[in-house]
């Protein structure tokens, strides 16, 4: 059974930073896509980032420049740097995986994925 665990969420102030971590466990299969959406309330859930096994990476247009999604491959931990946050990055964050890779990476759609995360709060103050 796979699971998925994040960790790193908290309250900040606009401009700061953060690190998520998604720490997986009971994964077998060699291949697998992993990503971060996030979901603010009374808004649906939206991507953030995906990355590959590979590495290949794909960053919502909102995030291009300040978010870095990246993988430790060995300790299968999933990161995502923050920079410049800003007040509407405040949402749910939650890590999640599917044991497929494609190329290119397909588009940012929580229907893609299979095993999630209990997710992590982000709350940016302006």
């Known amino acids: 059974q796979v699971q998925l665990v994040e960790s790193g969420g908290g309250s900040v102030q606009a401009g700061g930073s953060l690190r998520l971590s998604c720490a997986a466990s009971?994964?077998?299969?060699?291949?697998?896509?992993m990503g971060w959406f996030r979901q603010a309330p009374g808004k649906e859930r939206e991507g953030v980032a995906s990355?590959?096994?590979?590495?290949?990476?794909n960053n919502a247009a909102s995030v291009k420049g300040r978010f870095t999604i990246s993988h430790d491959n060995a300790k299968k931990i999933l990161y995502l740097q923050m920079d410049s946050l800003k007040p509407e990055d405040t949402a749910m964050y939650y890590c999640a995986a599917v044991a497929k890779t494609w190329y290119p990476l397909p588009p940012l759609d929580s229907n893609t994925f299979t095993y999630w995360g209990q997710g992590t709060q982000v709350t940016v103050s302006s």
């Open positions: 009971g994964y077998t299969s060699s291949s697998y896509t």
């Open positions: 990355i590959d096994r590979y590495g290949t990476t």
